[in-house]
């Protein structure tokens, strides 16, 4: 079973960037994503890559502001934030899917069965 830590959150100006950080341990071929919540609403999808790093998708909300990768070699997956705006409020989470597929990028929430305990990030106007 993988663990999954995040890092990189914190309070930033509208505008700004942020770089977010998962480091994974443990065994396992897993597609991965970023989510988020914001206060009183449902966790929802922000971006994913496939194994392989080479397939990304993103929510239109983010999609030519945040980039997600991952370095396989150093077991981590990044979310570059750009050009943040206060409704990029949230806690943002990193997950795991398992799949024997390398260029899958997995969108279902459901078949995400790892998750990271989140990280702050707040966009101040």
């Known amino acids: 079973q993988v663990q999954l830590v995040e890092s990189g959150g914190g309070l930033v100006q509208a505008g700004g960037s942020l770089r977010l950080s998962c480091a994974a341990s443990g065994r396992g071929s897993y597609a991965m994503g970023w989510f988020r919540q914001a206060p009183g609403k449902e966790r929802e999808f922000v971006a994913g890559i496939g194994r392989g790093g080479g397939n990304t998708r993103y929510a239109d909300s983010v999609k030519g502001r945040f980039t997600i990768s991952r370095d396989n070699a150093k077991n981590t997956v990044y979310l570059q934030m750009n050009s943040l705006k206060p409704e990029d409020t949230a806690v943002y989470y990193c997950?795991?899917?398992?799949?024997?597929?390398?260029?899958?990028?997995?969108?279902?929430?459901?078949?995400?069965?790892?998750w990271g305990q989140g990280t702050q990030v707040t966009v101040s106007s």
């Open positions: 997950a795991g899917a398992p799949t024997s597929l390398y260029n899958t990028v997995v969108l279902a929430t459901s078949e995400y069965n790892t």
